[in-house]
């Protein structure tokens, strides 16, 4: 038995007042102005939306969440900071909060960088520079030089440094000067800030398959930087871990759209005489992707609530959460497809939307195999090993 | 702020009664039913039940507070597994639906043991199709007398009291016409025959009923009623099934133990991914079934848990069958086939052949996943009901 066992067990899992009025009044901001047209103008260049509702958003109050009372932030917790990803993944909204609210905001406060933080909290933006696959620190090789006060080398697909809302700043992962690689102050690595305007930064943005959140490839040529003092391994580490914990309660908001909207359209569409969501075939499909769902806002809830109570169990309901809520938005968002027919297929339907942020989304922060490959060390159940695979040998 | 468990007024408070009740009766020189009667008494049974009642009115989180205070001080219990059916289904159904003079009468020998139940729904003709039972209940004078069928059902050899569902009303349709009771197992016309399962052991039984006999005080709810309150009891009884309890209980911690102590030719690449995906799918209902606790604590059981028992079944399916693979050789062993009349399902007290055949029931028993996928379907997601062309017939008329 895991060593593991009963952890968690007081987290609540159900929303309180204050995560029902946040959900309920970000709903109403989104509602009226993030409509699946403006969303798809992304695709096609138009990118005027983010702006729009990142100024909503920064009227609520929502990008301080995380940040701490001390640097004008709100103080609040990972448990309301979900729920505004959760409502923003329903509407597909396309602004940097993950990249910037979450794992910027996170990492910046595990180093204690008060006034780049003061930033965020006033609606400022930042992007930490590494691959938007990446969810561990200890991957982070980096792959940029620090040297006199600048830096040097490029970093491909990265989130929230392109887009509607670009980074205000990025947060580099730097080798140290000597070469050493690895981002820790005791062999010479750091964190840097680096502005984007700045000469000898190249943001070159990348046609995505999610262009909701849009990637770009960086190239920084002696781009003038500055070191941000603390334990830079430390805090991306944390920056990620939030990162990811949090992710899922996104991944998970757009799994329910996708099983709400379907569910809908089944209980009105009728063909051959009757209403299609009354076809057994069908609504064994639905229930059996309700369950899914509803285990999916489960874990989502649980990682949430894990990292707010700052619970040993996170790591392992990170893994959770990550792995089972990337596989059942991807399969909600394609049982959305699929449900809806040829309507499913169009570019005038939301599906697509959803659809492509599910896919993106499930790799960004670790694919489901890599957090399963977490959780195989976290709870003890180590692969095999390579030279034991096959049959038992004759003893 | 975000992990107020159970409030910690409440906590002491039930902890300075535990002490008080272990004071008053030692359970080193106290006799184990005597014990429990006090425990009875003190409201510390069942915390979430009213005063009275053996309990306090509390929220249910606050149980194992209870519990663990009293095992630590090695205070018997009342072996909550021997009365399954009697604590999950029987004691919320007479909490929800029973009179006051049949909580007073029934509740007490039910949960300190004395009172072992069954539950008679099941019927040849009635499985999935619960509505269908064919069993009458006849009025004579203040009592009714029943003639009929069961089957399926679980610990009836050892039981002193059943959940019986009975037709009442003939022509009325076959919803309509049916009526709750509370029947005395121990009496004539009621026998008892041991149900052989692919397993090999009897743990069900069928139930001869023949003018069997029931007071009408012992009917719980209206006549003419008993759909509504067999569907509480059935709700009821999936929210017992899918209740997850620590992470790695039950089939998920014996497959894990499986792969740690597997010899290494067992443990493939493959087997390693199916596990860990089972390991997470585990964890997702745990935490779901966390949550749905934490809804429930205020009110009753609602549809949400089909999709727990759904995904049991689903679950204890898989894992068996990976559980199998991953003993090699010993999978193809079997512990033992003489027929036994076990007092409950034991899943990890027997070996692995025995968790893979006994899982298949996991998804007919309580129902079948296909109809808990329409019950999901129509009362959850609100779609449309199955075409029924025996909705508004008399029972009587339908064709069997």
Known sequence: MSATTGAGADLVLLPDDVEEDLRASLDRALAARCTPARVAA??????????????????????????????????????????????????????????????????????????????LAAGGTAALLVPATLHRADDVVPLVRHDDGTVSGSVRSVTGVAGGVPAGVLLVPVAGPDGADGADGADGAALVAVR??????????????????PLADVRLDRAPATELPGDARAAVSAGLAAGAALGASALAGTATWALTTTV??????????????????????LADLYAEVEQATATARYAAAALAADDPDLAV????????CSEVAVHATEEAVQLHGGLGMTWEHPCHLHLKRARAGALVLGSPAAHRDDLATLVDLPPPHPDQGGSPSWT | ?????????????????????????????????????????????????????????????????????????????????RNGIGLGMAAPTILAFGTPAQQERLLRPLWTGREIWCQLFSEPGAGSDLAAVATRAIPDGDRWRVTGQKVWTSSAHLADRALLLARTDPDAPKHRGLTYFALDMRQPGVEVRPLRQLTGEAEFNEVFLTDAVVDDADRLGDVGAGWQVANATLMSERVAIGSGAAREAGMLG???????????????????????????????????????????????????GSAMKLGFARLAQQLSSLEVELRGDDGLRYDDWTLRRPDQVDMTGRDTGYRYLRAKGNSIEGGTSEVLRNIIAERVLGLPSEHRVDKDVAWKDLPR
């Open chain 1, 196 to 213: 984007p305007g700045d000469p000898g930064v190249d943001v070159a943005p990348v046609v995505s398959l999610d262009m909701t959140a």
């Open chain 2, 1 to 81: 702020m975000t992990t107020a468990g159970p409030a910690a007024g409440h906590r002491a408070d039930l902890e300075a009664r535990v002490d008080a009740l272990l004071a008053a009766h030692d359970p080193a020189t106290t006799e184990r039913q005597a014990f429990l009667d006090a425990r009875y008494d003190a409201g510390l049974a069942w915390v979430h039940v009213p005063e009275g009642h053996g309990g306090l009115g509390l929220p249910r989180a606050l149980q194992p507070v209870v519990d663990d205070r009293l095992g630590a001080a090695g205070a018997p219990d009342n072996d909550p597994r």
């Open chain 2, 254 to 304: 014996v497959v894990a133990d499986a792969w740690r102590t597997a010899p290494s030719g067992h443990r493939t690449a493959d087997a390693h991914q199916r596990l860990l995906r089972l390991w997470v799918e585990s964890e997702a209902l745990r935490t779901t079934g966390m949550r749905l606790a934490q809804k429930l604590a205020a009110g009753a059981p609602g549809p949400e």
């Open chain 1, 42 to 119: 992304a695709y096609d260049g138009d990118e005027s939306l983010a702006g729009e509702l990142w100024t909503a958003l920064v009227d609520l109050g929502l990008p301080a969440l995380l940040v701490p009372e001390e640097h004008g932030g709100a103080g609040a917790g990972a448990r309301e900071a979900a729920a505004v990803l959760d409502v923003l993944a329903r509407h597909a909204a396309p602004v940097p909060y993950l990249s910037s609210a979450v794992v910027a905001a996170t990492t910046l406060t595990a180093l204690g960088a008060g006034g780049l933080l003061g930033d």
């Open chain 1, 317 to 324: 309901a990170t893994a959770v959460a990550q792995s089972w």
């Open chain 1, 264 to 285: 809908a359209y089944l209980q009105q569409r009728r063909q051959f005489g009757r209403v299609v969501g009354g076809y057994q075939a069908l609504k064994h499909r």
